[in-house]
């Protein structure tokens, strides 16, 4: 792969980063929105995790932020960039089919199209990281730096 490539590579990496690092950060700062808004879902999960409400959401919003952070700075610094794709991928599928349900809104509400957008949008994010599951995260991250020095020091 040319230098060009390489670099458009790393570039491709840290943008795709940048969304699930903003929202990490916007979890912390809206926590109690986040917890709302994932107990709002709980019903869909069944009544047993409804009744453990509380508990279940403080896990799961705990899980996704652990998610967000690692996985995106795992994939914006090319460290281990396929386990960060891994890590937010397992993020991003529930939470687009759970918070992005556009197909069961009526098409004349106006939010039926935005959920419907987020969704899409999210499925794209999937398409990246499955790139970079694939393809792994290139030469211009830490692990491609830590193996071009082992290859120096052979």
């Known amino acids: 792969m040319s230098a060009l490539q390489q670099l458009v590579a790393m570039v491709g990496r840290v943008a795709l980063s ?3 690092l903003w929202s990490g950060a916007q979890h912390l ?3 109690d929105d986040l917890i709302e808004a994932i107990s709002s879902k709980l019903p869909l999960l069944g009544p047993s995790v409804v009744e453990h409400g509380q508990v279940v959401s403080l896990v799961l919003a ?4 652990v998610l967000l952070f690692a996985g995106g700075l795992m994939l914006a610094l090319g460290l281990r960039a ?10 991003l599928v529930p939470t687009t089919i759970l918070f992005h ?3 069961s809104l009526d098409p004349t509400d106006p939010v039926y199209r935005e959920q419907a957008i987020q969704f899409l949008k999210n ?3 999937l398409g990246g990281l499955l790139l970079i599951l694939a393809f792994g995260g290139g030469k211009l991250g830490a692990d491609g730096l830590f193996r071009h020095e082992q290859d120096r020091s052979k």
Do not use: K, P, Q, S
């Open 101 to 103: 349900d556009w197909w």
């Open 62 to 65: 705990i899980g996704a932020t």
């Open 82 to 91: 396929r386990i960060g794709a891994l890590l937010l991928g397992v993020f």
């Open 123 to 125: 499925v794209g994010l």
């Open 29 to 31: 700062l809206n926590w």
């Open 18 to 20: 940048a969304l699930f």
